[in-house]
């Protein structure tokens, strides 16, 4: 039985999206976030080290990461590779890279928009506000906020040439994106980007995300 260390309003939320895909059987052991940090509790340092979610423990090995998480799953239990191109394929190699670029590439400046988002809303002396709101609007103007542009044109060009993001059929790379981009949907808007909108409702309309969606528990990201 595989084992889904399942934290609320997480990535792990993919993970449970891709086994329901897979059609295979799972237990969840859930967690809370902590109310006023909204971290993992430390409990999950039980399970790995670091304390983060996901952790999937399937045939005695501890899974940390969600690309290494969703890559080890489709190898052990994708043999008709109804999620994933054949290894060694060229579209195999297109499917990889959406798995890194999802948290390699996509989800440091989203990171850093909710950091500096937090820094900006949080508690302080009336005559540090100013300067703190100062930088804050600085570093999204500058910086974060061109970045998630940059990453909606090019998340909406690559969704104009293939229906999904690993070509022209639904694959696990889409389920590995599903966070980024409801991410940029919720910290810079896609109403300008149609092709991305189109995605999204078509990952939240398949049986097995609304499954997923179930077993976990509400869903919404973190703010």
């Given at each position: 039985m595989i084992t889904v260390h399942h934290l609320e309003n997480s990535r792990s939320?993919?993970?449970?999206?891709?086994l329901e895909e897979l059609g295979l059987d799972y237990e969840i052991?859930?967690?809370?976030?902590?109310?006023k940090t909204l971290l993992a509790p430390p409990e999950l340092r039980a399970i790995h080290p670091l304390g983060k979610s996901p952790v999937v423990v399937d045939e005695g090995d501890v899974l940390a990461e969600s690309g290494a998480i969703i890559e080890a799953l489709v190898e052990r239990h994708d043999a008709a590779h109804a999620l994933a191109p054949p290894p060694g394929s060229r579209e195999r190699l297109r499917w990889r890279y959406w798995l890194h670029y999802a948290?390699?590439?996509?989800m440091p400046p989203l990171l850093l928009a909710l950091v500096f988002?937090?820094?900006e809303?949080?508690?302080?002396?009336?005559?540090?506000?100013?300067?703190?709101?100062?930088?804050?609007?600085?570093?999204?103007?500058?910086?974060?906020?061109?970045q998630l542009k940059l990453h909606a044109g090019y998340l909406e060009a690559e969704?104009?040439?293939?229906?999904?993001?690993?070509?022209?059929?639904?694959?696990?790379?889409?389920?590995?994106?599903?966070?980024?981009?409801?991410?940029l949907a919720a910290r810079l808007g896609i109403e300008r980007?149609?092709?991305?909108?189109?995605w999204l409702q078509r990952i939240h309309a398949r049986p097995a995300w609304q499954r997923a969606l179930a077993r976990g528990g509400p869903y919404a990201l973190v703010n």
């Open positions: 939320q993919r993970v449970l999206w891709l052991v859930r967690y809370a976030r902590d109310p948290e390699g590439s996509a988002a937090r820094i809303q949080a508690p302080m002396p009336f005559f540090a506000r100013p300067v703190a709101r100062g930088i804050v609007g600085k570093a999204m103007a500058g910086f974060i906020r061109p969704l104009a040439k293939a229906a999904w993001f690993g070509g022209a059929d639904f694959s696990a790379a889409d389920i590995q994106m599903s966070f980024p981009v409801e991410a980007y149609p092709y991305l909108q189109d």
